[in-house]
Each structure stands twice: as structure tokens, then as C-alpha cells.
């Protein structure tokens, strides 16, 4: 009964290094969402999506992209990782107009880690 | 930022009813309160909204103030596995479709 799904639950990669985060939802929901979540910090908001190749920065967007392509599929990308961008990172999914009648859907998280 | 006030703890006998508060004085009238909680090592997952009147499903209850300035989050009969953080989230239906969490309440549901 999986209905988002990140690619990764753990990753371990190399500072200088390109990373893709994959998020997938099978519910067709048009908003796509990713957030990183830190001790102390709470939930923060990197990115955004409305719609297919539709994108809005959120509160924390520098050192990373994304890419929508196929409207499951909403990708994060870190240029180059770095050791501050170690942090569990989750991606969520929603129906636009009511935030869904059941609000957002999270994916398990993918723990980054950048040594 | 977010709009909310949330104590930073909170304990509860299991078996009990647990009371969760939350402050939204800057509440505006187009603005739901949602309530979402995280288990550890999971991502957050949806409970209850509401608007103005009192809600109810099968996981918790909501209560909001007539002046809507709080609101009551409550597990009538709270399990170990209730032990979670609590976000309480206010956001305007029909406007920006994100959420901004803040740092939540842990509720810790002791034996």
C-alpha cells in the first residue's frame, strides 16, 4: 500500500559529488514537495511542484534543483553535495485546491549522508 | 514561518486521553488547521484539519476555540505507539498548496 515512494532510504556519498533523490507517487497528485529535516530545525521546505516541468523555490533552495518530468516522478538534485547538505530528506505528495482531503502524503525519508 | 505555538513536550499515561495544544492567535479566516505527527525514522502522515467546527475521525479529535485563536488535538485513548512528534499547521485553503512546519511537539506515551 506503498503510495510515495524514495528510491533510497540510506545514502552515503562523496562531497563534489552529484546526487539524485528520486520520489515517486502513484496516487496522481499534481503538487509534489521536497523537504529536508534537521535536529532542532524541524521540516524545511527546498522545493516545489504544480504540474509536470513546473517548479517554485521553497524556503531553502540553494545547492539544489529539481526536475519534473512525468508528473509521478518528482526528482531532487544536489549540484554538488557537501557536508552541510547531510540531513534526512523527504519527499510528499498532495492533491491541489484542499491540500487533499487527506493533506499530504510522505514518503519514508532517504537519510543523506556526505563525507 | 510558521504560525504556530506548540509546548516542546509533552507526556502521557498510555491508555489515557492525551490533550495536545496549539496557538495560532494570527489565524486568518480562510485558514485550516492541520495536524500532522512523525514517527520516528518515518515521514510525517496526515491526522485531522479543520476549520471552524469541531472534528472528528478515527484517529483523533479536533477541537477549535470559538475565536479560533487554538485548537485541541485529541487522542482519546493514547498507545505507546501514539509516542510521536505533533505538528500543527495552519494554512490557507485555495492559496499556496505548501506547509510550513514548525519544530512540533514530542508526545511521549508512557507504560
Known amino acids: 500500500d506503498v503510495k510515495v515512494t524514495q528510491s533510497s532510504r540510506y545514502l552515503v556519498k562523496r562531497t563534489g559529488e552529484k546526487v539524485f533523490l528520486e520520489c515517486v507517487q502513484d496516487?496522481?497528485?499534481?503538487?509534489m514537495f521536497w523537504y529536508r529535516q534537521d535536529p532542532g530545525l524541524g521540516l524545511r521546505l527546498i522545493y516545489f511542484s504544480y504540474d509536470v516541468k513546473m517548479k517554485e523555490k521553497g524556503d531553502i533552495p540553494e545547492g539544489y534543483s529539481v526536475s519534473r518530468e512525468k508528473k509521478e516522478r518528482f526528482s531532487l538534485i544536489l549540484e554538488s553535495a557537501s557536508t552541510n547538505q547531510t540531513s534526512m530528506y523527504l519527499c510528499?505528495?498532495?492533491?491541489?485546491?484542499?491540500?487533499?482531503?487527506?493533506?499530504?502524503?510522505f514518503g519514508s525519508g532517504t537519510r543523506l549522508t556526505v563525507v | 514561518d510558521a504560525k504556530t505555538t506548540q509546548p516542546t513536550s509533552m507526556d502521557c499515561a498510555e491508555g489515557r486521553a492525551a490533550n495536545l495544544p496549539c496557538n495560532h492567535s494570527?489565524?486568518?479566516?480562510?485558514?485550516?488547521v492541520y495536524w500532522y505527527r512523525q514517527i520516528h525514522s518515518q515521514g510525517p502522515q496526515y491526522i485531522i484539519h479543520?476549520?471552524?467546527n469541531n472534528e472528528t475521525n478515527e484517529m483523533a479529535s479536533l477541537i477549535i476555540t470559538e475565536d479560533r485563536k487554538s485548537s485541541t488535538l485529541i487522542l482519546p485513548h493514547a498507545t505507546l505507539r501514539d509516542t510521536a512528534v505533533y505538528y500543527c499547521?495552519?494554512?490557507?485553503?485555495?492559496?499556496?498548496?505548501?506547509?510550513?512546519f514548525g519544530k512540533g511537539m514530542k508526545l511521549t506515551v508512557n507504560p
Open positions: 496516487m496522481d497528485h499534481e503538487n
Open positions: 479543520g476549520l471552524k
Open positions: 499547521i495552519v494554512r490557507e485553503q485555495g492559496g499556496s498548496e505548501k506547509l510550513v
Open positions: 510528499a505528495s498532495s492533491r491541489p485546491g484542499t491540500g487533499g482531503v487527506y493533506g499530504y502524503t
Open positions: 494570527t489565524i486568518s479566516g480562510n485558514e485550516y
